[in-house]
Structures are given as C-alpha cells and as structure tokens.
C-alpha cells in the first residue's frame, strides 16, 4: 500500500506570496503499514515523486538534502537545457527508497520495511498528488521571481515537471 495527500497547502507566511515559489503543506504518506506526517515541501516532493515514476530513488543520508518530504527546497539550479532541476534545501525531511521490479515498485523506508507494489497504482497515487500541487499553483497568485537565478530555477523546474508528467 502506497498513499500520499497533503493538507493545509500554503505559501511561507514570512515571504511575499508573489516570490515565494515553493508550495508548503502538511504530507502524509502511508507505505505498507507505516505512517510518515510532516511538514513538507510539497513541490519538491511532488517533483521529487515524479521522477521515482522512471527512475529509481535511494534513501539518502541526512546530509544529502534530497529527501522525499523536505523541510527547505529554497534554491533552484537549472540544467544548461532548462528541463531538469536540482533543488537544494537543509537536511531535514523524511526519506524512503523507490526501486522499480519489472511492473513493481519496492518502497524501502527508513526503517528498513519493504512495500511492493504495481507501478500502475504507484503512478496513480503520484499523479493525484502532483496534480493536487500544480492546482495550487494555477489558483493563486503568478509567481515572480525575484532574481535570474529563481527565475530560471523555476523555469526549469515547471518544464522538468511537465515533461515528467506528460
């Protein structure tokens, strides 16, 4: 079993709604018979989600900054093509490993309990949150960036999200 949702979406409270272009909420996961809640952010989880679509994903140390629910996604580094993006944050968050088997998806979590389940589903479960998150964006406020280095970090992340979606 594999869910995920998010409740109480927003933007940072202590940034201009305008700039602040990582979305905020409350993550749940439920992998197998565990729970994971944390205050997340939910755009870099979904992004980070949909890559574990294609390609695998191993649980990182806490230093790595690439946890599937994390604190901070705060900078943005665009590939030289702007269809990928490497989102840097702190090294709080929650992890869990993604390795695809053939039409299966095996879950790893922190705690070394292993969930497998069909791809289909694992990507049915994504695309409800990704959506979820890329509506939130679509109902609120146009972001502006507030330097070229954000403005092409996002850039590249809604063109790495659309790819990864499509």
Request: proline content about 3%.
């Amino acid at each position: 079993m594999f869910q995920i949702t998010v409740t109480e979406l927003r933007w940072l409270e202590t940034t201009d709604e305008i700039i602040d272009l990582c979305l905020h909420g409350k993550a749940t996961a439920i992998i197998g018979d565990e729970t994971f809640t944390y205050d997340a952010t939910v755009s870099a989880t979904a992004l980070y989600l949909l890559r574990t679509l294609t390609e695998d994903h191993f649980y990182r140390s806490k230093h790595d900054h690439n946890q599937m629910l994390p604190c901070c996604g705060f900078s943005m580094y665009p590939n030289e093509n702007m269809d990928c993006v490497h989102i840097s944050g702190c090294p709080n968050g929650i992890d869990w490993s993604v390795i695809h088997i053939g039409d299966k998806v095996k879950i790893i979590t922190e705690t070394g309990k292993e969930t497998i389940i069909d791809l289909e589903n694992y990507k049915k479960t994504v695309y409800l949150f990704a959506d979820e998150i890329e509506n939130y964006y679509l109902k609120s406020i146009p972001k502006i960036p507030y330097d070229d280095e954000s403005k092409f970090g996002h850039i590249a992340f809604w063109n790495e999200w659309h790819r990864r979606r499509k």
